[in-house]
């Protein structure tokens, strides 16, 4: 009985972790998040931003991208994606 009141806390315990808008932004916010970190034998410089103007189909929209060192020091960034037509979610 313990055992599955402890299986329930960490369950409830895991999901409050990821924050709802994270959780069901679904594919494009992974890019984005993807497209502002870097691998792992990368340290990151900076994380530059662009906003996409407001549309008739939707609201402004900021994008992200990484700058990161490699092994060797040379600096290198990630491209920024275009401007979505409508709301990404």
Same mark, same amino acid.
């Given at each position: 009985?313990?055992?599955?009141? #402890?299986?329930?806390?960490?369950?409830?315990? $895991?999901?409050?972790?990821?924050?709802?808008?994270?959780?069901? &932004? #679904?594919?494009? $916010?992974?890019?984005?998040?993807?497209? $502002?970190?870097?691998? *792992?034998? *990368?340290?990151? $410089?900076?994380?530059?931003?662009?906003?996409? =103007? &407001?549309?008739?189909?939707?609201?402004?929209?900021?994008?992200?991208? &990484?700058?990161?060192?490699?092994?060797? #020091?040379?600096?290198?960034?990630? =491209?920024? #994606? =275009?401007?979505?037509? *409508?709301?990404?979610?």
């Amino acid at each position: 009985m313990n055992r599955n009141i #402890g299986m329930i806390f960490t369950l409830l315990h $895991a999901t409050t972790l990821v924050p709802p808008p994270l959780a069901a &932004a #679904g594919k494009w $916010a992974r890019r984005q998040a993807k497209l $502002a970190s870097c691998a *792992r034998n *990368r340290t990151l $410089a900076r994380i530059d931003t662009k906003v996409c =103007p &407001a549309t008739k189909r939707r609201p402004s929209i900021t994008m992200r991208r &990484a700058c990161c060192y490699n092994p060797n #020091g040379r600096l290198g960034c990630k =491209p920024f #994606g =275009p401007c979505p037509p *409508r709301s990404p979610s």
